[in-house]
């Protein structure tokens, strides 16, 4: 007893040691089990499960009657997760605050990039770990690069608008590829630095061309590859509406130049999901989350000849648009057959009605004269009294051609809210938007567009809640190395820790 005594904490210590060191070596095991050498982010900025549902019952409705879904790639993947995305000072999140909690693991107010609350502190984001790890690191984006999702990752700023400044932080960064759309603000504000010079002079390759994006090869060092076509907002154009170059594509190329032995971190952003949603746009946001789904395959395909080596990670920042399945004027039923009807984005039907609005005095517009560009655009039929009587009795006779047309055709009820729409859109800009009752109808967008878009959409039984984010939980999906710990029901800032010990920065996330 006495010998044995004597011993214990000698025993204890040993037995204490011991647990440690199976502690560390578990935790050690665990980590290099979750260290992949490739790791991709594909951020859907908007997105959550309404838009991805959305986009599953458009493709399965155009192969079959019956209700159903057709899956994409992203809601193929093994492992799943639920993500709430509050920012620290509102439960309704923007995209910087969001993409902050993303790259960093730390939460922020809206509108600050991948800094503290108080704007002081920087936070260190998984890119930039990756980094200095010695991997590759590529951005890639639909809309501009400096817009807040992409900046959160290489960019500390107080304001998300610091477009400029955000831009010379991508300048003078040590990130192997940028890519998708433009700067916004690539002048100072006294002329005298641009961005895109300051980038080639540390020793970027601009490319501004499809040719020129294609001729790029692994070894040319780092690449800022701008799309050749680029909306107002230096922003992809809308996948509907057509692209030079896609964010697939895009993607596939950060690949090829990305890999290799010292592995990578891509972070891709479908970042018009949220756009069209902003817009009420359903048609234009599906085909941009098709898009995105694209470009999430390409990742799945390196995955699929790595597999050991790579983590997929693909989430939402928050949702856009309150889009639901199911609206009050269709109950329990949905004719998504209408929304195949849609071959443009709003913006795109936009530029129709103002070059309309130039040509056409005030007083001689009529919605009419619009008619066929809204059957081209929206696939809805404007039809007159005396039309509408002859397709009845057509269709009733048994006339396929008229029975589609009336289907199509615009009730008496829409029909008489469009030419509302119409009458709003023919004033001035700011006898358009101004009181809130006006808001709450077409949110500062374009009246007859929304008008459309709203009739199209409810027609197909979809319906929307605002023109702002909204702040229920995103959808969250994992496959690979280390996906297992990306199910579960978690917070968005979780994602940025459990990504930090993925590129091997178990250290840093302790205190987190
Ligand atoms: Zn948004």
């Known amino acids: ?225 701008v799309s050749p076509e680029l909306d107002g907002d230096k922003a992809l154009d809308y996948a509907i509406d057509g692209q030079p170059i896609t964010l697939e594509e895009f993607t596939r190329k950060g690949i090829e130049l990305l890999d290799g032995p010292q592995g990578f971190f891509i972070m891709v952003e479908g970042g018009k999901i949220d756009w069209a949603c902003h817009a009420n746009d359903a048609v234009t946001t599906i085909k941009d989350t098709l898009a995105f789904d694209e470009a999430v395959a390409a990742g799945l395909e390196f995955a699929a000849s790595h597999p050991e080596e790579t983590l997929v990670v693909v989430t939402g920042d928050h949702e856009t648009g309150g889009l639901t399945i199911g609206f009050a004027g269709t109950k329990y039923s949905t004719y998504l057959d209408y929304l195949g009807g849609q071959t443009m984005s709003f913006i795109a039907f936009d530029k129709v009605l103002d070059e309309y609005r130039k040509t056409t005095p005030p007083g001689d517009a009529k919605l009419e004269d619009l008619k066929e560009e809204i059957e081209d655009a929206f696939g809805l039929v404007l039809l007159t009294e005396d039309e509408r009587k002859q397709l009845e009795l057509l269709a009733a006779n048994g006339d396929r051609k008229a029975q589609e047309r009336l289907y199509f055709a615009l009730t008496k009820e829409e029909r008489q809210n469009i030419e509302k729409a119409f009458v709003r859109s023919m004033n001035k800009e700011e006898e358009r938007a101004g009181d809130n009752e006006t808001y709450l109808i077409y949110g500062g967008y374009e009246p007859l567009t929304v008008a459309l878009t709203h009739t199209l959409n409810h027609k197909a039984g979809l319906a929307w809640t605002t023109y702002a984010h909204t702040g229920v939980p995103v959808a969250t999906f994992a496959q690979g190395a280390g996906a297992e710990q990306f199910a579960g029901y978690y917070d968005n800032t979780d994602i940025g820790k459990k990504l930090i010990n993925a590129v091997g920065a178990k250290a840093l996330t302790a205190s987190r």
């Open 1 to 225: 007893m006495s010998l044995f005594r004597g011993k214990r904490p000698v025993l204890r210590t040993l037995f204490v040691l011991i647990t440690v060191m199976l502690l560390v070596a578990g935790i050690s095991a665990q980590a290099l089990a979750a260290s992949p050498k490739y790791v991709f982010l594909f951020i859907g900025d908007g997105m959550a499960l309404p838009q991805l549902n959305a986009a599953e019952i458009y493709l399965h409705a155009r192969e079959s009657d019956d209700p159903g879904v057709r899956k994409l790639n992203i809601t193929r993947m093994p492992h799943q997760g639920l993500t709430t995305t509050y920012a620290a000072d509102s439960f309704i999140t923007d995209s910087a605050a969001a993409g902050t909690a993303l790259s960093t693991g730390f939460k922020t107010n809206s509108g600050v990039i991948a800094m503290d609350p108080s704007k002081k502190e920087s936070y260190e984001t998984v890119a930039e770990i990756a980094k200095k790890r010695g991997m590759k690191v590529g951005i890639v984006s639909s809309v501009s690069i400096d817009h807040a999702t992409p900046a959160c990752f290489y960019a500390h700023e107080p304001s998300r608008k610091n477009y400029h400044e955000i831009g010379m932080q991508l300048a003078v960064s040590d990130f192997d590829y940028f890519a998708g759309g433009g700067l916004k603000k690539p002048l100072s504000a006294d002329g005298k630095t641009d961005t895109y010079k300051a980038a080639e002079k540390n020793g970027f390759t601009v490319t501004r061309t499809r040719e020129d994006f294609l001729a790029l090869k692994p070894g040319i060092g780092k690449v800022f590859a």
